[in-house]
Each structure stands twice: as structure tokens, then as C-alpha cells.
């Protein structure tokens, strides 16, 4: 079979940062090779990295159907329902005739005599030389040659002063890579701005602005910092969110006094942190509940209560990367008063940051938001919006691939495209 990008697809879903390949003895030359046409055009980077553009055709829909589900119908057994649901794939996958892709390598001598080869297609590494990783070995003849081809293309359109015209102004706009001012996305596409505020609550982000717009913490700062001031703090987020767990805590259970204490309610705000929060708490669990003086000690990880185990005691709310997780951070000011730094300014945490920021606020608690500037902007359509390829997840709400049909068309016209200028270097810098 010849290349195609479906092949192209299978190379690149092998690589990654902790799983390219190394390249095997017939591979090595030919990334060799494919690098010595590329260095001559100017490096885009120290590391002498070269991104061009370049094109494959997609496979017939009999090639996809035989690699994706063949092994289980024979494509002349086919029942209409999996024709039905690998076509569907298929056009999703596959849209237009051709298919583009962002192709990179760099290489650069990481000791004497030994120099380093890296071959990325759309950022992901595929293919290695002299890696010190232990890789997978894998030959790909068929790749490289046709690399080698559509970089002698992309080289001669930059000799010719005609790479804008016949490569990069064809690049369909699916494939492209631009940023659109959110409130221009609002405009050309006005599903995407309910989409936007569906989490949101009108009243809350009305409260926002008017508690935290000035910037500072509000309410008066806490003369001290206790455990159960963090704790009680907590709740007051959690019962904002209505989140409550039921699950066993990270190896904590309440003391029959401190449940007396909240009228044998039935999770302490202790054991609600215990339950939401993401647990590696340094040994917070074990600081006096009302000993200032013992929290003090703890937070600059010192005295007997200190005990490493993750350093994640603020993160109150996780998820599966930090950058989305909600944080509360006991904050010492200058003043020698103590606040609250709430966190939680990602796309698809804001919603909440903002109802949880208000909730502490209207308890008394001084607060700082951080990232106010970038909620502000994002809800007042000021920010701008990464579009990204269709090949890339968009789940995070930080990007958008673009829609559809003739709302896809009125947002490309709206978005700043974001090309690489190349130059051909400078003849006394060539090694060719």
C-alpha cells in the first residue's frame, strides 16, 4: 500500500515524548537526509529546528474500513450498521482529499561525534537518533521518502518566493493554527457564546465583579492562621458547589468531640476536605485544629507535624492535571494578617471559582483571586481563543477546532492565521 495518512496517522500514534522510536539502520540515513534538505532554510529555533508544511492523501474508505474494523467483518460481510458507523468515522477522520501535517526535525551535536536526531510530526516526536532513551527500534522506509519528497517541494517553493502562494494559502483552514478575539468568535458563531455561559451563573458573575474587580481581598485580613480556619474555609467552597462525597476519607476519622462540635453534623469540614481534597497533605491532617503558632510552623514545613508526602495540601478540589484543579492557599501578608488565594482560573474551572470566591467572601473571608484579570476578560469576550487543528483535542475549553459548514467559514474569516516566515540561509552559512 502506498502512503497514505492513514500510515502517516499509525507512525504518529506510536510516538510521544516517552515513546517514539529509534530509528532503525535504513530510517537513520534518510532522517539524515530529510535534515541536510531542511538546514537549508533558516533554523526557527537554537535547538536547529525546522516545521514545514506537508500534504498526504487520505485513504479510500475500503482501507479504512479493512485496518479498523475488518478483523471483525470482512468488508464484503459487512452488516449496514458498521459500514454506517466506519463511514461516519471515516468522514470525521478524514474529510477532505488531502490531509496536512506539521513536520519538524531538528538535530544538533550532544557530544563529540554524536549528533542528535528528532522527526516530529504535528509536535509529536516520532522517530529518534542517538537518543539516550532506550526506544523502540522501527524501520519506516515509506515515511521518510515521502518526507524527503514534500520537503524538496516546500525548499524549491521558498527558493522561488512562491511558498505562501502554493502551499501555505491552500492549507485548508481546519488544518490551521490561528488565535480569534473571543468576542469576534461570539459574533461569527453565536452557539459557541451559549455554549460559553452554560456554567456560569448570571448572578454570581454579577457578585464577582462587584466583590473582586478592585483586585484585593476585600473583607479584613485574619489576625492568624489556624487549621480549622483552612478547614472551615473549605467547607464554606464546598457547599457553595454542592460537593459533597460520601466516600471514605484519606485515613482520617473524627474525633467524637470535634463532631459535637459542628452538631453532629454529618461531615466535619475536616472530613469534607478529607474527601475532596486531593489528600497529600504534608501532614496537615495531624496539626493542632486552633494552634496558630503550630499551623505557622507547619506552612514553612518545619516542627513535628511537617511530614512530606506530595506537597498538595491546597488543592482542594483536583482533577487530572493541576492547571485545572481548584486551589486554596492560606496567604501571610506583609501586614502580618493572613487571607485566602483562590485559584481556579482555567476555562473550564472558572465557573466555579467564581461561585466559591463569592461564597468566602459573604462568610467573612478575605480573599485574593489569582488570574482575575484573565476571568474578567474571558467572560467579557476581551480574551483571545486558540483555533487549532482538527487533529488536536480541544476538551480543556482553552481552544476550538472550527465548526462546521458556513459557521466554520465565518470564524476562519475572523481569525489570525499563524504562519512561520522562511528565509533560505544565507549561502557562507550552508553546509550544502
Keep these: 500500500?502506498?502512503?497514505?495518512?492513514?500510515?502517516?496517522?499509525?507512525?504518529?500514534?506510536?510516538?510521544?515524548?516517552?515513546?517514539?522510536?529509534?530509528?532503525?539502520?535504513?530510517?537513520?540515513?534518510?532522517?539524515?537526509?530529510?535534515?541536510?534538505?531542511?538546514?537549508?532554510?533558516?533554523?526557527?529555533?537554537?535547538?536547529?529546528?525546522?516545521?514545514?508544511?506537508?500534504?498526504?492523501?487520505?485513504?479510500?474508505?475500503?482501507?479504512?474500513?479493512?485496518?479498523?474494523?475488518?478483523?471483525?467483518?470482512?468488508?464484503?460481510?459487512?452488516?449496514?450498521?458498521?459500514?454506517?458507523?466506519?463511514?461516519?468515522?471515516?468522514?470525521?477522520?478524514?474529510?477532505?482529499?488531502?490531509?496536512?501535517?506539521?513536520?519538524s526535525i531538528k538535530h544538533f551535536t550532544k557530544k563529540p561525534n554524536e549528533e542528535f536526531y528528532a522527526l516530529f510530526l504535528d509536535n509529536i516526536c516520532v522517530f529518534t537518533i542517538n537518543d539516550c532513551n532506550k526506544n523502540r527500534i522501527l524501520d519506516a522506509a515509506d515515511l521518510l521518502e515521502w518526507a524527503i519528497e514534500e520537503a524538496k517541494k516546500f525548499v524549491d517553493a521558498v527558493q522561488n518566493g512562491a511558498y505562501k502562494k502554493i502551499i501555505l494559502n491552500r492549507i485548508p483552514y481546519i488544518y490551521r493554527r490561528g488565535v480569534i478575539k473571543r468576542s469576534d468568535l461570539w459574533e461569527a458563531?453565536?452557539?459557541?457564546?451559549?455554549?460559553?455561559?452554560?456554567?456560569?451563573?448570571?448572578?454570581?458573575?454579577?457578585?464577582?465583579?462587584?466583590?473582586?474587580?478592585?483586585?484585593?481581598?476585600?473583607?479584613?485580613?485574619?489576625?492568624?492562621?489556624?487549621?480549622?480556619?483552612?478547614?472551615?474555609?473549605?467547607?464554606?467552597?464546598?457547599?457553595?458547589?454542592?460537593?459533597?462525597?460520601?466516600?471514605?476519607?484519606?485515613?482520617?476519622?473524627?474525633?467524637?468531640?470535634?463532631?459535637?462540635?459542628?452538631?453532629?453534623?454529618?461531615?466535619?469540614?475536616?472530613?469534607?476536605?478529607?474527601?475532596?481534597?486531593?489528600?497529600?497533605?504534608?501532614?496537615?491532617?495531624?496539626?493542632?485544629?486552633?494552634?496558630?503558632?503550630?499551623?505557622?510552623?507547619?506552612?514553612?514545613?518545619?516542627?513535628?507535624?511537617?511530614?512530606?508526602?506530595?506537597?498538595?495540601?491546597?488543592?482542594?478540589?483536583?482533577?487530572?492535571?493541576?492547571?485545572?484543579?481548584?486551589?486554596?492557599?492560606?496567604?501571610k501578608s506583609e501586614n502580618a494578617g493572613w487571607c485566602f488565594g483562590l485559584s481556579g482560573n482555567s476555562d473550564i474551572r472558572a465557573p466555579e471559582a467564581i461561585a466559591a470566591a463569592n461564597a468566602l467572601y459573604e462568610a467573612g473571608y478575605p480573599v485574593v483571586v489569582f488570574g482575575m484579570d484573565k476571568i474578567i476578560s474571558r467572560i467579557e469576550g476581551t480574551d483571545y481563543v486558540s483555533v487549532v487543528p482538527i487533529t488536536e483535542y480541544t476538551f480543556f475549553r482553552e481552544c476550538i477546532n472550527l465548526p462546521e459548514g458556513d459557521d466554520g467559514l465565518a470564524v476562519a474569516n475572523k481569525t489570525v492565521w499563524e504562519f512561520a516566515e522562511y528565509r533560505l540561509k544565507d549561502k557562507s552559512e550552508s553546509n550544502l
Aim: glycine share 6%.
Design 1 to 103: 500500500m502506498k502512503i497514505n495518512a492513514m500510515i502517516i496517522d499509525q507512525y504518529k500514534d506510536g510516538g510521544g515524548p516517552m515513546s517514539s522510536y529509534s530509528a532503525g539502520e535504513k530510517t537513520a540515513p534518510l532522517i539524515i537526509r530529510l535534515a541536510e534538505i531542511l538546514d537549508k532554510l533558516e533554523p526557527q529555533r537554537d535547538d536547529n529546528l525546522h516545521t514545514i508544511w506537508v500534504k498526504a492523501r487520505r485513504p479510500t474508505f475500503r482501507q479504512y474500513y479493512d485496518r479498523h474494523y475488518g478483523w471483525e467483518e470482512p468488508y464484503i460481510e459487512a452488516s449496514k450498521g458498521i459500514l454506517k458507523t466506519a463511514k461516519e468515522e471515516y468522514d470525521a477522520y478524514y474529510p477532505l482529499p488531502k490531509v496536512w501535517y506539521r513536520l
Design 189 to 331: 458563531y453565536p452557539q459557541s457564546k451559549t455554549e460559553f455561559f452554560k456554567p456560569y451563573k448570571k448572578s454570581e458573575i454579577k457578585k464577582f465583579i462587584k466583590y473582586f474587580n478592585a483586585g484585593n481581598s476585600g473583607n479584613a485580613l485574619l489576625p492568624e492562621m489556624t487549621a480549622r480556619a483552612f478547614y472551615e474555609a473549605c467547607a464554606v467552597a464546598y457547599n457553595a458547589l454542592g460537593i459533597h462525597h460520601d466516600t471514605a476519607t484519606y485515613y482520617y476519622e473524627e474525633a467524637d468531640a470535634e463532631r459535637k462540635r459542628y452538631n453532629e453534623a454529618e461531615q466535619t469540614p475536616k472530613e469534607m476536605y478529607y474527601s475532596i481534597a486531593d489528600g497529600r497533605d504534608d501532614g496537615l491532617k495531624n496539626v493542632p485544629m486552633d494552634d496558630p503558632a503550630a499551623f505557622e510552623e507547619w506552612i514553612r514545613d518545619e516542627g513535628p507535624y511537617y511530614e512530606f508526602n506530595g506537597s498538595h495540601p491546597w488543592e482542594i478540589i483536583p482533577s487530572f492535571s493541576t492547571s485545572f484543579s481548584m486551589h486554596l492557599y492560606p496567604e
